[in-house]
């Protein structure tokens, strides 16, 4: 009977409950922004669920991950429940290379953009490409979007624009009469929420060696990156911005409450945060330009985002290049010098003792002549004592040479001619 009783409330409490459809998070950034480390983060801190596994982009010895769009999940809890298990899934693309932009029709169907967050990550280890990465991936994703958009039919195209409008609106509004949009805002609307999440923010503080000018230029980008949120002309119009660092935990938490509050609609609890600035966190719909009017004491006028964080000048000069040989040609280049300094030092030798570069152990060479060795009148100069008696001697002296090949022959001759008589 008490089983009975156990199956039935177990049916029972399945019939009740709420199912959820899975969702969809677009993760885009430069390389090594640290997008993957962050999912990780995601996934082992408020994401885990005891034993259960899940797709890790970080490979075995920090290896990267093969593939330009890379894929993985998160589970999705009730936030509002200390004890909740996993209600859904949500789906997670990872696109790091813009040449690459293609492949996001692959997860921007039309059917998905109803579930679906954009988070554009900045790296804080590189804060002068902030600009320049918001400005080619915003234009990269609202062309993707408008064309994934544009496939829906038209009520279902004013659902999503008035759904983002509704909650930039209403968000923190205790009355039943929603204010009006400030002047500037959320002039235009894609229809998915968009989340700037800056990583690495333990490494805020690297900006400049003086801390008090880190603080002025800290204020100053957070000044900068709060504007390009709310402003028109840079696409991101009603986007929440969040610093976090998947090193020390911070805002990893806020963040994966943030998304889960964002896709379910689950009562989201956290305050806004912009006074400690390594863990700054601006929901979409709090900011406003009036607010962001108490930042203007770092306004720096006459030079431009990149001419006020320049990136860091390389310590040491660039190695030159060493052009490659064969070995070979490596080899017979040795051997030529080789060649080349035992010519010269027997050359230094030769002018060192005296004599001429054509020296050689079966000559010898006189100031005039040249001899033989087996000639006699070399004999008779080499045995003189001096040396200028020997090139005199030497040069009055004529040659011979056929005497004693003569006598010679006239000997055999001889002897020969005796043997026979």
């Known amino acids: 009977m008490g089983e009975a009783r156990l199956w039935?409330?177990?049916?029972?409490?399945?019939?009740?409950?709420?199912?959820?459809e899975e969702s969809h998070l677009v993760l885009v950034g430069e390389p090594q922004a640290g997008i993957r480390s962050l999912l990780t983060a995601l996934q082992k801190g408020p994401g885990a669920l005891g034993k259960v596994k899940y797709t890790e982009l970080e490979a075995?010895?920090?290896?990267?991950a093969t593939g330009p769009l890379l894929y993985s999940y998160l589970n999705v809890k009730n936030i509002?429940?200390?004890?909740?298990?996993?209600?859904?899934?949500?789906?997670v693309w990872v696109l790091e290379d813009a040449a690459t932009s293609g492949l996001l029709d692959l997860c921007l169907r039309p059917n998905s953009l109803k579930n679906?967050?954009?988070?554009?990550?900045?790296?804080?280890?590189?804060?002068?490409?902030?600009?320049?990465?918001?400005?080619s991936w915003m234009g990269i994703w609202q062309e993707k979007v408008g064309k994934a958009l544009s496939a829906l039919p038209l009520q279902e195209q004013d659902a999503l624009l008035d759904k983002v409008m509704s909650y930039v609106r209403s968000y923190g509004c205790q009355t039943e009469e929603i204010p009006p949009l400030a002047e500037g805002v959320l002039e235009v609307n894609l229809g998915v929420p968009i989340v700037v999440i800056c990583t690495k923010s333990d490494l805020c503080?690297?900006?400049?060696?003086?801390?008090?000018?880190?603080?002025r230029l800290l204020d100053y980008v957070s000044r900068t990156l709060r504007q390009q949120c709310i402003h028109c002309n840079s696409h991101l119009d009603g986007?929440?911005?969040?610093y976090t660092s998947a090193r020390t935990g911070e805002n990893v938490q806020v963040l994966y409450e943030y998304l889960i509050h964002r896709l379910y609609g689950f009562r989201f609890q956290r305050p806004?945060?912009?006074?400690?600035?390594?863990?700054?966190?601006?929901?979409?719909?709090?900011?406003s330009p009036n607010l962001i009017q108490g930042l203007d004491y770092v306004q720096m006028p006459g030079k431009t985002f990149e001419e006020n964080l320049p990136p860091p000048r390389p310590r040491s000069l660039p190695k030159e290049e060493v052009p490659y040989t064969e070995d070979q040609s490596f080899l017979a280049e040795i051997q030529a010098k080789i060649r080349g300094q035992s010519r010269k030092s027997v050359n230094e030798l030769g002018r060192k003792s005296g004599k001429a570069r054509s020296w050689s152990p079966f000559t010898w060479e006189g100031k005039y002549r040249k001899w033989p060795l087996s000639h006699p009148s070399a004999a008779k100069a080499l045995s003189r004592s001096s040396t200028k008696t020997c090139w005199t001697r030497a040069a009055k002296t004529r040659p011979r040479p056929l005497r004693p090949v003569l006598r010679y022959?006239?000997?055999?001759?001889?002897?020969?001619?005796?043997?026979?008589?």
């Open 205 to 215: 503080w690297q900006i400049d060696k003086s801390r008090d000018y880190s603080e």
């Open 409 to 421: 022959l006239t000997r055999i001759y001889l002897r020969v001619s005796i043997h026979f008589q």
């Open 8 to 20: 039935e409330r177990i049916l029972r409490d399945s019939a009740h409950k709420v199912r959820y």
């Open 272 to 287: 806004a945060q912009i006074l400690e600035r390594e863990s700054t966190f601006v929901p979409s719909g709090w900011d």
């Open 116 to 135: 679906m967050v954009f988070g554009l990550v900045l790296d804080f280890s590189r804060p002068w490409t902030f600009l320049s990465s918001l400005g």
């Open 60 to 64: 075995a010895g920090e290896e990267p």
């Open 239 to 242: 986007a929440a911005l969040v």
């Open 80 to 91: 509002e429940d200390e004890h909740s298990e996993k209600v859904a899934k949500m789906n």
